[in-house]
């Protein structure tokens, strides 16, 4: 069967996650829900940041940004002034994107809510 919704979302904040830890970052929460906002919070050098993460499939190049963005900003204003949109685009190497199947992954990296 074709990967869920649930399981791109999962993927896309998986590697997001992947990319802030890499940079040196610590992610301390996560939530791969697509209805929860933000999906990663993580602390680095530069103190605490948060995430939004979305995902898309093939043949769409970049997740829509939500139309509640400026609410989730505010909403984790107190928290962190460091927000960030992160469009993560996914492709199967066959078009129903099975799970097992091998996915490739397009993500340009963490985008600036300022």
């Given at each position: ?23 040196g970052g610590r992610v301390t929460a996560r939530s791969s829900y697509p209805t929860v906002d933000p999906s990663i919070y993580y602390e680095d050098k ?69």
């Open positions: 069967p074709p990967m869920s919704d649930w399981e791109v979302q999962d993927l896309s904040v998986q590697i997001v996650f992947n990319a802030i830890e890499k940079a530069d103190g605490r940041g948060w995430v939004v993460v979305r995902s898309t499939r093939y043949p769409n190049k970049n997740a829509p940004r939500p139309d509640n963005l400026a609410s989730i900003r505010h909403s984790c204003l107190e928290m962190s002034p460091r927000g960030y949109f992160a469009s993560v685009a996914l492709a199967g190497q066959r078009a129903t994107m099975p799970r097992g199947g091998g996915v490739y992954a397009s993500f340009l990296g963490l985008e600036p809510l300022s």
